[in-house]
């Protein structure tokens, strides 16, 4: 399992969605492959995941920069923000429970119950189990991770609104779906499910 997708990878998982869902074709025309995101440290990407919660992309973007601002480096690590009091982490924009989940996090780093290693060579299955633990880290915070830090190609991040609303669109449903019905529409896209939600986020974009 590699920790993020590479070219050739990603390059296959295009192809095989637009083979399987031919009705994606203008929508990868438009909108080319999926980015190979930069690796960052679990940590770093799993702080983002909690921070971003129930935020929109700019507003997070601004609360990221202010928590990142708080600590010594260039890059959060688990020691720095348990060092860091809580209050003091609330300056930056981030709500008690979030700052809370923070340190939560970085406890579970720092005390090795959460190794990067492990996490980046663990299947999709046993990383829900090992972060399902954490405060403030649940299904859909899970996802994400799998898909933007671990390259995972074959997610379908079913409590994603934007993915939800992406399939009724896609599929032309009176509403939304829903698990069953995502897992059951989205089967053609296996094993590239990562790639074909990726889509349904960019179908939402240009409907507004």
Same mark, same amino acid.
Do not use: C
């Given at each position: 399992?590699?920790?993020?997708?590479?070219?050739?990878?990603?390059?296959?998982?295009?192809?095989?969605?637009?083979? $399987?869902? !031919? #009705?994606? /074709? !203008?929508?990868?025309?438009?909108?080319?492959?999926?980015?190979?995101?930069?690796? *960052?440290?679990?940590?770093?990407?799993?702080?983002?995941?909690?921070?971003? @919660? @129930?935020?929109?992309? &700019?507003?997070?973007?601004?609360?990221?920069?202010?928590?990142?601002?708080?600590?010594?480096?260039? &890059?959060? *690590?688990? &020691?720095?923000?348990?060092?860091?009091?809580?209050?003091?982490? #609330?300056?930056? +924009?981030?709500?008690?429970?979030?700052?809370?989940?923070?340190?939560?996090? $970085?406890?579970?780093?720092?005390?090795? #119950?959460?190794?990067?290693?492990?996490?980046?060579?663990?299947?999709?299955?046993?990383?829900?189990?090992?972060?399902?633990?954490?405060?403030?880290?649940?299904?859909?915070?899970?996802?994400?991770?799998?898909?933007?830090?671990? /390259?995972?190609?074959?997610?379908?991040?079913?409590?994603?609104?934007?993915?939800?609303? +992406?399939? @009724?669109?896609?599929?032309?449903?009176?509403?939304?779906?829903?698990?069953?019905?995502?897992?059951?529409?989205? &089967?053609?896209? *296996?094993?590239?499910?990562?790639? /074909? $939600?990726?889509?349904?986020?960019?179908?939402?974009?240009? +409907? +507004?």
């Amino acid at each position: 399992m590699s920790p993020a997708p590479d070219a050739a990878t990603r390059a296959a998982g295009v192809a095989h969605v637009a083979a $399987a869902d !031919p #009705r994606l /074709g !203008p929508l990868i025309a438009r909108h080319g492959a999926p980015p190979v995101r930069r690796r *960052r440290h679990p940590f770093e990407s799993l702080a983002r995941a909690i921070i971003s @919660q @129930q935020l929109g992309t &700019a507003a997070a973007a601004t609360i990221w920069g202010r928590f990142v601002a708080l600590l010594p480096g260039a &890059a959060p *690590r688990p &020691a720095a923000v348990l060092a860091t009091p809580v209050a003091r982490l #609330r300056t930056a +924009g981030v709500s008690g429970a979030k700052a809370a989940a923070l340190h939560d996090l $970085a406890a579970h780093f720092d005390d090795g #119950r959460l190794r990067p290693r492990r996490l980046l060579a663990a299947g999709d299955d046993d990383v829900r189990a090992a972060l399902l633990p954490v405060r403030g880290i649940g299904p859909w915070s899970i996802d994400m991770f799998l898909i933007f830090a671990l /390259g995972r190609p074959d997610i379908l991040p079913v409590g994603d609104l934007g993915v939800r609303r +992406g399939m @009724q669109r896609h599929f032309r449903l009176r509403g939304l779906p829903d698990e069953a019905r995502m897992t059951r529409l989205a &089967a053609p896209w *296996r094993p590239f499910r990562s790639v /074909g $939600a990726w889509y349904m986020w960019r179908l939402v974009e240009e +409907g +507004g």
